[in-house]
T-cell receptor, first 116, second 111 residues
Framework: NAGVTQTPKFRVLKTGQSMTLLCAQD?????MYWYRQDPGMGLRLIHY???????AKGEVPDGYNVSRLKKQNFLLGLESAAPSQTSVYFC???????????????FGPGTRLTVL | GEDVEQSLFLSVREGDSSVINCTYT??????LYWYKQEPGAGLQLLTY?????DMKQDQRLTVLLNKKDKHLSLRIADTQTGDSAIYFC???????????FGAGTTVTVRA
């Protein structure tokens, strides 16, 4: 199993350009997440999905859109990139956490995005 | 993720013990987690503790939980160079399918 994969690994954009980050998982997980990681701020949740065809906003959704057309894929879009979106982006997936049970998230290797 | 607080850096000599501390916010959290991020990689679940436990030991790792003070710690015995990483404390959000992460503690192991 490949686990969680992300493409691309690196990308440099100019302000105003658009791009889509792709996340794929082969573990049949229901839940998928997009985070950004910035120095000193840890991981912040951008958007998440609890199933195919559903998405929801996280802590920092502005400037991003997502789609989950297939259970195994979760796409993160930047319509008009800004320098403030320079970050490392991580995708994660998990099974539903049973009430009172363990919630283990499996992470991809990350995408390093620079917006000039 | 700022509701969970951790110190940002820890430097430790190889062979010594490392202690990473965390404070969390939700007293009803059922499990609390420690994730590890090695350089250039995503996070991986390292260990967890159930909220009705005070301590959990797993080989070189010891997790201590003080529910009264909402304080969680991770002790790594006999720290090795392979333990150099960022360690994140995490607690579930109230709806049980999101996690709130701390800022991460960067552990540097020196010879």
């Amino acid at each position: 199993n490949a686990g969680v994969t992300q493409t691309p690994k690196f990308r440099v954009l100019k302000t105003g350009q658009s791009m889509t980050l792709l996340c794929a998982q082969d573990m049949n997980h229901e839940y998928m997440y997009w985070y950004r990681q910035d120095p000193g701020m840890g991981l912040r949740l951008i958007h998440y999905s609890v199933g195919e065809g559903t998405t929801a906003k996280g802590e920092v959704p502005d400037g991003y859109n997502v789609s989950r057309l297939k259970k195994q894929n979760f796409l993160l879009g930047l319509e008009s990139a800004a320098p403030s979106q320079t970050s490392v982006y991580f995708c994660a997936s998990s099974f539903p956490g049973l009430a009172g049970g363990i919630l283990e998230q499996f992470f991809g290797p990350g995408t390093r995005l620079t917006v000039l | 993720g700022e509701d969970v607080e951790q110190s940002l850096f820890l430097s430790v000599r190889e062979g010594d013990s490392s202690v990473i501390n965390c404070t969390y916010t939700d007293s009803s959290s059922t499990y609390l987690y420690w994730y590890k991020q090695e350089p250039g990689a995503g996070l991986q679940l390292l260990t967890y503790i159930f909220s009705n436990m005070d301590m959990k030991q797993d080989q070189r790792l010891t997790v201590l939980l003080n529910k009264k003070d909402k304080h969680l710690s991770l002790r790594i015995a006999d720290t090795q160079t392979g333990d150099s990483a960022i360690y994140f404390c995490a607690e579930p959000r109230s709806n049980d399918y999101k996690l709130s992460f701390g800022a991460g503690t960067t552990v540097t192991v020196r010879a």
